[in-house]
Antibody, heavy 115, light 110 residues
Framework: EVQLVESGGGFVQPGGSLRLSCAASGFTFSGYEMNWVRQAPGKGLEWVSYISISGSTIYYTDSVKGRFTISRDNAKNSLYLQMNSLRAEDTAIYYC????????WGQGTLVTVSS | QSVLTQPPSVSAAPGQRVTISCSGSSSNIGNNFVSWYQQLPGTAPKLLVYHNNQRPSGIPDRFSGSRSGTSATLGITGLQTGDEADYYCGTWDSSLSEVVFGGGTKLTVL
């Protein structure tokens, strides 16, 4: 059974940092591209970042460029999102999702940025 | 303001059919595959349709997708109260080099 489990969310002050993790199981993680998608409270879905199978191709939405870094460790079956210079508008549930079609999603981890 | 445009809400009676539209441009829907997602209250999104009209295993054929030009449509037949959810379209935008989503459509089954 495919499972994606996010962790690392929490409460942080503006300007702070967090590192999210997504642990994958039930499939060959190294064979699939991955994404981070977020959803602010009461709002719609917003794609954040994409990473290819090898990690050689990476994309970000404009609002996080220069602040967020996506990475993966295929040996550990894990996806990461390093978030720096956090802003109030980054407050959201962060989901990891497999492939561009996003056929599997984790349960999400809540990030709250507030003073 | 979302790159893809969806109606904020749709409603229909149980057993009826409803369609949800998703309008974009040549840089997204017009030249890339469209996916549709269902998000039940308090849960993560779930893939309903990919590659414009393909259903993942386990998704009933009451759900269907289509694409014409720069628009896509999700159809749901035999509506059930359990179908009440938010529905999102999504695709790759070749100009932005980003995945783009519609703003979401809330389905109410009256």
């Amino acid at each position: 059974e495919v499972q994606l489990v996010e962790s690392g969310g929490g409460f942080v002050q503006p300007g702070g940092s967090l590192r999210l993790s997504c642990a994958a199981s039930g499939f060959t993680f190294s064979g699939y591209e991955m994404n981070w998608v977020r959803q602010a409270p009461g709002k719609g879905l917003e794609w954040v970042s994409y990473i290819s199978i090898s990690g050689s191709t990476i994309y970000y939405t404009d609002s996080v460029k220069g602040r967020f870094t996506i990475s993966r460790d295929n040996a550990k079956n894990s996806l990461y999102l390093q978030m720096n210079s956090l802003r109030a508008e980054d407050t959201a549930i962060y989901y990891c999702a497999r492939e561009l079609r996003m056929n599997y999603w984790g349960q999400g981890t809540l990030v709250t940025v507030s003073s | 303001q979302s790159v893809l445009t969806q109606p904020p809400s749709v409603s229909a009676a149980p057993g009826q059919r409803v369609t949800i539209s998703c309008s974009g441009s040549s840089s997204n829907i017009g030249n890339n595959f469209v996916s549709w997602y269902q998000q039940l209250p308090g849960t993560a999104p779930k893939l309903l349709v990919y590659h414009n009209n393909q259903r993942p295993s386990g998704i009933p054929d009451r759900f269907s997708g289509s694409r014409s030009g720069t628009s896509a449509t999700l159809g749901i037949t035999g509506l059930q109260t359990g179908d009440e959810a938010d529905y999102y379209c999504g695709t790759w935008d070749s100009s932005l080099s980003e995945v783009v989503f519609g703003g979401g459509t809330k389905l109410t089954v009256l």
